[in-house]
Structure formats: C-alpha cells, structure tokens
C-alpha cells in the first residue's frame, strides 16, 4: 500500500454552458489550490495550485490526479517556483495522473522547478489523452543558489513524462540531469547551460507549418533548441540557455501562439511578478 | 555448419547493408556547428553519446530482451519495441533507427528462418510493432547460445563501427585513425557493458538534452550527408 502523501489533489473539471467548472475539488497535507479564476472570457478555468509547506525535501511524496471532462478546458499553474531543498537518502517525488477526455484542453505551466545544493528530484507524469483533446505541458529546470556561487550544485533532476493515447503509450519522455556527477558543461550534457526548458504538446491540430512558425520565431532568440514531431501528433521543444526568464519567454511566445491558431484564444499571462 | 563467432563479425560489419551510413544520430549538427572536428572531439562526442543516450535505451533493451528471451516473454519484447520508439522524441533519429530495425529484421529473416522473426515483421506489418536492430540482434545472439554479456559486445561494437565510418567520411578523418579509434573504442564498449549489466527497466530511456536537442536540430541542418 502506498504510505500516505505528504501532499495530494484531485480536480475534476467539466463543461457547463460552454464554461468549465469544478466538478470535484479535494486537496490535503502539504498540496493546495486557490479558487478558480476566469482569465479572459472563454470559459477556460484556471487553477493555481500551492505548495503551503514552502519546498520539497528528502523522501517527500506528492500525488496530483487531475481529470478534465469532454469540452473542459483548464490550465493548471503554480503560484510560486517549487523549491526542491537538501535531500539526501530519498529524492522528494511527485506524482501526477491527468485524464484528458474527448476535445478537452489542459495546459499544465508550473512555475520553474529551483534544485538546491545537494537536492534531488523525481517526478513522474502520466498522461491519458483523448485523440480529439489537446495537451500543452512544459518544465523549465533551474539550479539554486549555492552559498558558494557555484553554479549546479544539485544531484539529481528526473524528470518522466507518458502520454498514453487510448491506453496505449505514445510517448516516454525522460531527461536526467546530474550535475554533482557528471560535469554538465560536456557537449552533449547541459552544453555549457545552467537551465533546461521544456515543453511537449499533444494535440489532433499538429501540423508541420505549427513546427517551422516556431522554429522561425526561436531562430531569434539566443539559445540552444531543438524542435521535433513526437511518435503521436504533438511535438517536443527543449530548450538551453543561462536564464530561466529567457525559457519562460519562449515557453510564453509557444503558449500563446497555440492558444491562438488552435483554439483563437488570446495569451494569458500567468506569472504574479 | 557455420561458425557462431564467424555469424557475428558478418552482423558487425559495418558493410552489413542495413542503412547505417545513412544515420549519424545528431554528430553532423555537430560536426556543422565546428564542435567535432577532430580524432580528439570525435572521441568525446561517441564516449558522451554511448554513456548518455546508448546505455539507457538500445544498450538496456538489448539486455532486457536477451532476460525475456530467455524466459520466453514475447510480450516484454514487444512491450521494449514500442519503449524504444516512443522515446525517441527526435523525428530523424526515431525513423533512422526503425528503418535500420526493419532492414535488419528483413535480412535476418531471411538468413536465420526463426520463427519469431517472422513474428515479429508480421506485428510491423500490422502496425503492432515498429522495429528496431537491438532486438534483432538480441535475437539472433540468443539462437547462437552467445551470452548476453558478449552479445551486447559484439551489438555495440557494430554501433561503434558503423559511426566511426561515418565519422571518417565526414569529419573527414584518416582511415588509420578511424581504426585507432575503433581499436580504443573497446574500453568504451566494455565499461558501457559493466555499467548496463547494473541497471533494471527503472533505468531506461533517459536521455542527454544536449544529444537530444543536436537530433532535433539535424532537421534543419542545411548541407547534410545523412538523413539523421
């Protein structure tokens, strides 16, 4: 039997009158979200979800397991970076089950993920997609700081994304990133980066022309990416670059860009600072 | 009567015709970008590529179809042959790796007659299975009665090889340093193997950002000799 989670939430979303509402909110421990707001005039609902403990440490466990109903769409944040502190034994793990139904929405933007000195982080997130529905999820890594300046003074980052599309798994997406192990500055590593950014998109509107527009618009920004069609409609973008603000920018001008030649809804602006 | 060894040093060739010089895995986005130009940085590149990204899906795989073979589990088999192509999030690098699979599993049927060969290209046909030379490999060593350990040798080997010949014409290197290099090349072999020796499937599919993002970038490589 699973021991009890240091932090757990459950949402259920669905539509009502072209509007998604909460069907079924229940949090407890160290997870919470605020009530849900209306950023624009679509109907789409936005959760901000909390971290009231202030940070992750050592064999902490956190479970999330969000549903959203045919026609729902949500986008699910965070209000502040989570902060992963000293974690030596267990890694601090979190776990999270999202269930798109037919031609739902979800975009799940957390805030960045800030690793400590000595800190170590699992996180594992299984998706279970609708043909019809669109998921739009990404990650941005950063390193603390370190009393000693020094940059990736963390241990460990894993992070592990499965899409399952009718049960049947679509795509295994998982980076690991060492640093106290291996020297990240190697070519083929972190290539001299401190910050990795990542987003992955899973939707029936995927085209090609989706991939060169950002391609082209990223070709501008001074950083190291790369962009390319999953094993299932959608698409994987992974940035490099030295700042996190430089990432969620980026992040921000795909977002939105989605939101407006899928669904002609406009940008949202998320962060609180 | 042919000879088990004598079957393998046919398999490694890196003339064996299964469209290996056709793929070089992300090293030309880093050959254009100037980072690879050399017997020096070719090396680093192929030791990060094997201990990163190699180790952690074929090399794994290799071992982990070798168990279910062993225990005859056709479903784990196909279960890795489907984790292997989803977890190649770059296009050029998941294709490369299912053609070569394909023209593998093609020849080694066709070589071998086993029957689950045929199985196993009848699942591509049906859209069950996607194909990929790890497993090909792993199940013609196994017919051998070759041990795992030395199978995944001899199947890494034939990985080196076909990129150190690709390397050669590419960066361009001398041929008498591609074959120092393959000659070094066995201490990277050996090592890899101890290391996946030590890992279970909690351990696969993890892969290096920057390997991952210089196959995503090959596609818009402008010159390129290689379709990957």
Redesign the interface.
């Known amino acids: 039997m699973q021991k009890e989670w240091t932090g757990e939430l459950q949402l259920e979303l669905t539509e009502k009158k072209n509007k998604t509402v909460p069907a079924d909110v229940y949090f407890r421990g160290a997870f919470k979200v605020m009530r849900p707001i209306y950023l624009d005039d679509s109907g789409q609902l936005t959760y901000y979800l909390l971290n009231p403990g202030g940070g992750y440490l050592s064999g902490d466990t956190y479970s999330m397991d969000i549903r959203v109903n045919e026609n729902a769409r949500a986008i699910l944040t965070t209000q502040s970076a989570t902060k992963v502190y000293k974690s030596p034994g267990e890694p601090a793990y979190q776990y999270g089950k999202f269930t798109l139904k037919s031609n739902s929405l979800l975009e799940y933007i957390p805030d960045p993920l800030i690793v400590y000195r000595e800190g170590s982080y699992k996180q594992l997130n299984q998706f279970y997609v609708d043909n019809t529905s669109t998921l739009i999820c990404s990650d941005i890594i950063t390193p603390g700081w370190s009393p000693t300046g020094k940059q990736f003074s963390y241990d460990k980052v894993?992070l592990?994304n499965e899409v399952f599309i009718h049960k049947e798994?679509?795509?295994?997406?998982?980076?690991?990133?060492e640093p106290a192990k291996?020297n990240p500055s190697?070519?083929?590593?972190?290539?001299g980066y401190s910050h990795?950014g990542s987003m992955m998109v899973i939707s029936p509107y995927m085209t090609d022309e989706v991939i060169e527009n950002i391609?082209d618009m990223m070709e501008q920004k001074d950083v190291?990416?790369?962009?390319?069609?999953?094993?299932v409609p959608g698409f994987?973008l992974?940035i490099?670059a030295n700042q996190t603000q430089i990432i969620e920018e980026i992040l921000q001008m795909c977002h939105g860009y989605l939101r407006e030649v899928w669904f002609g809804m406009s940008p949202v602006f998320l962060r609180k600072y | 009567m042919t000879n088990s060894l004598l079957t393998f040093v046919q398999l490694c060739d890196s003339n064996f015709p299964i469209g290996g010089f056709s793929h070089s895995f992300g090293l030309e986005t880093y050959i254009q970008e100037d980072v690879v130009k050399d017997r020096i940085s070719f090396q680093e590149w192929l030791d990060t590529y094997f201990r990163e990204q190699v180790k952690y899906t074929e090399g794994l795989a290799f071992q982990l179809v070798c168990e279910a073979l062993c225990e005859n589990d056709l479903e784990r088999i196909w279960h890795m042959d489907r984790l292997l192509y989803v977890q190649n999030l770059p296009k050029e690098t998941r294709e490369g790796n299912t053609q070569m699979g394909v023209r593998m599993l093609k020849l080694a049927e066709s070589l071998f007659e086993y029957g689950i060969l045929a199985n196993y290209l009848k699942r591509i046909k049906q859209g069950k299975s996607f194909g990929h030379s790890a497993i090909v490999f792993a199940v013609i060593a196994h017919y051998h009665r070759i041990q795992p350990r030395e199978g995944l040798g001899f199947y890494l080997y034939s990985l080196v090889s076909n990129l150190v010949q690709n390397a050669v014409r590419a960066i361009p290197l001398g041929q008498t340093d591609g074959q120092k290099i393959l000659l070094e090349s066995q201490q990277l072999i050996n090592s890899v193997a101890e290391e996946i020796a030590a890992l279970t499937i909690a351990d696969f599919g993890i892969v290096s950002p920057g390997l991952e993002i210089s196959q995503m970038k090959h596609e818009h490589v402008k010159v390129r000799i290689f379709m990957s």
Request: aromatic share 12%; proline share 3%.
């Open positions: 894993d592990q798994l679509g795509v295994f997406d998982r980076v690991v990133t291996n190697v070519f083929g590593r972190m290539e990795l391609y190291n990416f790369g962009i390319s069609r999953c094993p994987s992974r490099l």
